[in-house]
């Protein structure tokens, strides 16, 4: 039985009603992906019943469009030639659950995956938030309140967006859904509005602090030293923090959004990615992408509008979502 029967396994017709409520957001936030991926990889399948080289190039077109990223792709395609040749497979209908299964390996490589929040073991856990406007930094962090308050955490959320206008009154509004503190400050310094709220965080024994920071990448310069005071600044509070950096990406912007997290990653200490957006787009490979280029674990996905339309990122899960029409 190869990887994907075993997770079809267990999240599908078999599975329990628990464990089908478990992969639901998945089912349906990936909906628009496997339409259109899936839909062409059978199509494939039936266009050619033997294996050749033409299979080879479409296949690699359908990848490529659905935002898996050209260098991926096509040492991905070099796999699975190897494994053809080597197995003397010809029927493209074996192949399509091999595809599946590579991606799948692709993703996990040699690797123990960390898609967990690392929590602190004494004092507050502090989550900073980065990425570029308009990529749904605030809701994400809101849904993350709403998230650790129904598990009963103490949590803040601080308004380090001291530069985009709007910005401390959409967090209010989420701290307003959430019944959670939102702490800003009437300084234009990010840094100053963050001692303030982690000095109170620790004396007022907060469990889980969110931060929110501004999302210009245009001057990485300017960017760089902001990051790197605050990075100095939660330090001074909390020696063993940020516990963690994550970068917010739009998965509808594609391979854009991969030269974001490239640019990120030069600038500070990226810890996971969280991806909004994507039940919005059609091309929901740039998970397989951003993992492959740019060797940062997804830590959260945004699989919907509402507030409990965020996971933590389940590589099985969003395997069987993406893949279980196959």
Same mark, same amino acid.
């Given at each position: ?27 349906? @936030?990936? %909906? ?83 898609? %967990? ?13 980065? @990425? ?32 985009? /206008? ?30 303030? /709220? ?36 939660? %330090? ?35 810890? @996971? ?33 509402? /507030? ?12 069987? @979502?993406?893949? %279980?029409?196959?």
């Amino acid at each position: 039985m190869g990887l994907f029967d075993r997770i079809k396994n267990v999240f599908g017709a078999k599975a329990t009603k628990e464990v089908k409520e478990e992969v639901k957001n998945y089912d349906e @936030g990936l %909906k628009k992906s496997r339409e259109e991926f899936v839909s062409q990889l059978s199509n494939l399948s039936k266009k050619y019943k033997n294996i050749s080289e033409d299979y080879f190039e479409e296949l690699e077109n359908i990848l490529i469009m659905a935002d898996i990223g050209i260098n991926t792709v096509m040492n991905f395609v070099d796999r699975l030639r190897h494994r053809v040749k080597n197995e003397k497979i010809t029927d493209s209908s074996v192949l399509k659950e091999i595809i599946v299964d590579e991606l799948l390996i692709m993703y996990v490589g040699n690797n123990i995956i960390d898609s %967990k929040i690392h929590i602190a073991s004494n004092g507050p856990t502090v989550v900073l938030f980065v @990425g570029v406007n308009g990529v749904g930094k605030t809701t994400t962090i809101g849904k993350l309140a709403t998230i650790y308050k129904n598990k009963g955490k103490k949590v803040m959320l601080v308004a380090g967006d001291t530069f985009r /206008a709007g910005a401390i009154e959409q967090l209010e509004e989420w701290g307003k859904k959430t019944d959670t503190l939102v702490v800003s400050g009437e300084s234009k310094d990010p840094s100053s509005v963050i001692y303030d /709220a982690l000095e109170m965080a620790t004396k007022e024994k907060y469990d889980l602090v969110l931060v929110d920071t501004a999302g210009r990448l245009q001057n990485k310069t300017n960017l760089m030293e902001e990051l790197s005071k605050i990075n100095r600044v939660i %330090k001074k509070i909390i020696p063993d923090a940020p516990h963690e950096t994550l970068l917010v990406i739009d998965a509808t912007t594609g391979q854009n959004g991969i030269s974001q997290a490239k640019s990120f990653k030069e600038i500070t200490d990226i810890t @996971g990615i969280v991806l909004t957006k994507l039940d919005g787009t059609a091309k929901g490979g740039i998970v397989l992408a951003i993992k492959e280029e740019v060797n940062i674990p997804v830590k959260f996905v945004g699989l919907g509008e509402r /507030a409990d339309q965020i996971e933590a990122f389940d590589i099985e899960k969003y395997i069987y @979502g993406l893949f %279980k029409d196959l």
